[in-house]
């Protein structure tokens, strides 16, 4: 009795495992997309830093507060732009 | 009626002159009026021998003056960021920051963003104790680049909102899928958002401005009997009409007596209303003095609007 319970439990446990990690496969290319999506935002504010026509920079300023989770991205995915083509294939998981 | 006015035109036309009379005309027929100056390089207090500053100090009965201290709006718009700044960022992101903030006084685009704020602040704080605002504005560039800035910040505030809207609906889509997938931070749903607050914010304030620009302002532009005023009052008309602001009337301040190069204007501006003021030849040396200034037409024309 108290074995078939906890072996029910392991089952819960491995389906939920599987489930979630197809969840995660299926949503990452989605997640790529949104992070690129997040820093052409940030990037569209501040172009003005790498000579893209911007917004008036008081206007950035405002927005500047709520904007600390995106300029992290923007700064992240600036380190990735010296390896573009190694972030895409991990991407795409070819080795 | 509109309750607003704007006197445009090249440095030395009589734009502060003009905005005084006027204001001063309308105070003595007993008209609550405002008059506020936006010049960085201020002489309205030297018109009233007073001195101006950021609040509004009275000049005579029924009349109050104020000269907008534009560093100082500035200085008050960034440390409002600065507070925020430092109230939603963790500790170690702000440091690097400071920088940032402290060159923003001196980049373009500051200055004007700062006259809109004023005006705004004017109109919404004072609008109900007076029944007329009137604002002498600072020389050509600046005044139509501040008069244009509505319009353009909303193209760009348009863009944003649309982009800033696709990616709460990625967010959302990533959320359905995946409940627990890592790169969610923050809100998914568009009345969650505190950019998109902000950027609606931004959107109807500017889109009052342009209103008030548009529907609410009496402008008149202010030419002098030389080639160089006129050509800049047409070149100020049709920077405004690119923007759907249309000025309303037309001053020839500093006319000669004889009517000279009355004719000139005329033709420039013919489907305009066109007021003229006589040259005083002995000048304007004290406050009193302002009757002297030919603008009853002028405000008549106002009243009208």
């Known amino acids: 009795m108290k074995d078939k319970l906890s072996l029910g439990k392991l089952w819960e446990k491995f389906w939920e495992t ?15 997309e949104l992070n690129e999506l997040e820093n052409l935002f940030v990037v569209l504010i501040f172009g003005s830093f790498i000579g893209f026509p911007s917004p008036p920079a008081a206007m950035a300023m405002e927005l500047l507060p709520y904007l600390e989770d995106e300029l992290r991205i923007m700064v992240s995915r600036a380190d990735l732009a010296q390896d573009p083509l190694g972030a895409i294939m991990g991407m795409l998981n070819v080795d | 009626m509109k309750k607003i006015a704007f006197f445009l035109g090249k ?14 005309y309308l105070s003595r027929e007993g008209r609550k009026t405002l008059i506020v100056s936006l010049d960085p390089a201020h002489n309205l207090g030297d018109v009233f021998e007073k001195k101006l500053s950021n609040k509004r100090t009275t000049l005579s009965s029924n ?25 939603t ?5 702000t440091i690097n920051l400071d920088s940032y903030i402290n060159i923003m006084k001196y980049t373009p685009g500051t200055e004007e963003y700062a006259v809109l704020w004023a005006i705004e602040h004017v109109v919404k704080e004072h609008g109900d104790k007076y029944d007329r605002i009137i ?4 020389p050509t560039a600046l005044t139509l680049r501040f008069l244009a800035m509505p319009t ?53 304030r500017l889109s009052w401005l342009h209103q008030l620009f548009k529907n609410d302002s009496y402008l008149t532009v202010i030419i002098n009997p030389d080639t160089l005023s006129l050509a800049e009052a047409i070149r100020i008309r049709h920077e405004l009409e690119k923007l759907d602001v249309h000025i309303d009337s ?13 004719e000139e204007v005329k033709q420039s501006f013919h489907r305009f209303p066109i007021f003229t003021s006589v040259y005083v030849p002995t000048g304007l040396k004290t406050p009193e003095d302002l009757v002297k200034v030919e603008i009853p037409e002028l405000v008549e024309d106002m009243e009208r609007s």
């Open chain 2, 63 to 87: 009349l109050d003056g104020m000269e907008v201290d534009l560093q100082e709006w500035i200085g008050r718009y960034l440390k409002d960021s600065r507070d925020e700044i430092q109230a």
């Open chain 1, 18 to 32: 599987t489930v979630q990690v197809h969840r995660d496969k299926a949503t990452g290319m989605l997640e790529f």
């Open chain 2, 152 to 204: 353009i910040s909303m193209l760009w505030v348009r863009e944003l909102l649309d982009m800033r809207q696709k990616v709460l609906k990625k967010r959302q889509t990533i959320l359905n899928l995946n409940p627990e997938a890592h790169v969610i931070r923050g809100a998914s749903k568009v009345e969650e958002d505190r950019i998109y607050g902000k950027l609606s914010g931004i959107q109807t």
């Open chain 2, 89 to 93: 960022y963790r500790y170690n992101t």
């Open chain 2, 250 to 262: 037309v001053c020839f301040n500093k006319a000669p007596s004889d009517g000279a190069c009355g």
């Open chain 2, 135 to 138: 604002f002498d504005t600072p």
């Open chain 2, 11 to 24: 440095g030395g036309v009589g734009k502060t002159t003009l905005s005084s009379a006027t204001a001063y």
